[in-house]
């Protein structure tokens, strides 16, 4: 029997494990969260249940199906709680998959060692906000964050808040923070109205296949006008100002380039912020297992969802930022080839379908909202661009300029950036895109990521100390180094600290 693990149980994870069961696999699927759902179907804490968890959600009778049928399915394990830190290849295949298992911070993590014949990667992404002066003062928030307070916690960020950045997003997440009690003083999209109209009014026939979609968007709209919010177009926010925490923010039209224009600035008294520019995969996992990656920074994957490396299947925002529907139809092909189906098995028919229909509605979402290149005219020197490592735009171009912009890495090791408690998480595409202006126009394109780390998740040395002390785990990853394939079948090994 085939053995399919499967990294990360959002929507795509969770739609990749169904299929590859279906297709007669053995299946784990894991997540580090404590619960299933990923980013987009969350949960409050087990000490304060939701009487109604389906609130602020959508698909959610979707979750619970996918969740019970794989639960319910003795061919299937599902690890909470469940860290991949590292995975090894061995002869240009993704050899052993190093798994943290227990409290994330915790001294006594179970460390399993997984040598799945197939694996799924589907782990989603980060939100992304553009820095601008003032947003690391306390009271700002990212778009992502504000959306999870308000769907985990059911906790809005402040009473008087502000809504800024581009993209679909920021109506659910208005929607959101307005049910959880907040006065949401407008939405602002840095997109202009032509940039808009290029994006979405072409072809529109085919947004008729996604009609689901224009039912979400009807939800939110009614939301705005019930809860009278002004959502504004060619604005961004390009200050925040305040002592101890936010107090004000000023906004300004920007061109087509985002760039502001002079003399349109106005200052709005808020309590909160919450800001975001769209989402970066998290790349760490693939590009450890060895995966290529396309030309925007997304895992490249062909037809069947296989990525370069032999057996390395991904699935959802890792390979192209789309939403939910796309992640769940990129799942059921990912999962059922990983489980030795092919792509063109009339059982993937309406998969295929659908991943169609999304990708071109995730293309409409990139040509009219994706960052464009005026936005770091708001910056200033003293604009903190890494706030793990407090590095500001200033120290970046003056080091920059001083080591003849000879590309990330060197900037990484001399200023810091990207190299804080965080890994990049936050500033990593921003410090790459800032450090790729800042090179001349002839130099190629730096081949470094800030997704490119060893290990890909904070570890207790003791931990590395234990394994390294494990003749099993040095024999294994010895065999690994030396090119050994990987044993057939399932071969968990466990070591506890
Ligand atoms: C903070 C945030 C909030 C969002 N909220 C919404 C929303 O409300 N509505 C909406 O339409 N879209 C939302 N999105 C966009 C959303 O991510 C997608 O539309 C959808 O969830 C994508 O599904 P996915 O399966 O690709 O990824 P995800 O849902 O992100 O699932 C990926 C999973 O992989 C796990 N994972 C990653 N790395 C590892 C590892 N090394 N080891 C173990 N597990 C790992 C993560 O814990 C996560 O659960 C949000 C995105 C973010 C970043």
Redesign the pocket.
Known sequence: MTNVLV???????LAAARSALLQGASVTI????DEIG???WRHLPPSRPAERESLLHHGWARFVQLRAELEGDGGCRVLTN???WAIETADGTPGIVHVAVGEPDGVDREQLELRPDGIVL??????RTLPFPGWDLPGVFTA??A??LA?GERMSIGQRVVVAGAGP?LL?VAASLAQTGSTVLGVFEASTPARLAAGWLPKPWELVRAAKKGGELAGYISNHVRNRIPYHIGKAVIRANGNDRVESVVIASVDAHWAPIAGTEKTVEVDAVCVGHG?TP?LE?AIAAGCELDANKFVLVDESQLTTVLGAYAA???TGIG??DL?LAEGEIAGHCAAGGSVSDPALRSAVRRRTTYRSFAARIESAHAVRTGWPSWLTDETVICRCEEVTYGELCSTAEATDNSGLRSLKLSTRVGLGICQARVCGRTAEELIARLAPPERPQDPFTTGRRPI??PMRLSELATLASTSTSAAAAGAAAAGAAPAAGADFRHHSN
């Open positions: 990294i990360g149980a959002g929507p795509a994870g894991l997540d580090s969260s990923g980013q987009y469940a860290q991949v589907a782990t989603g992404a980060y939100d992502g964050a959306q999870a769907k997003f659910p989402f998290r996992l959802g925002e890792v939403g939910v992640a890909a998740s």
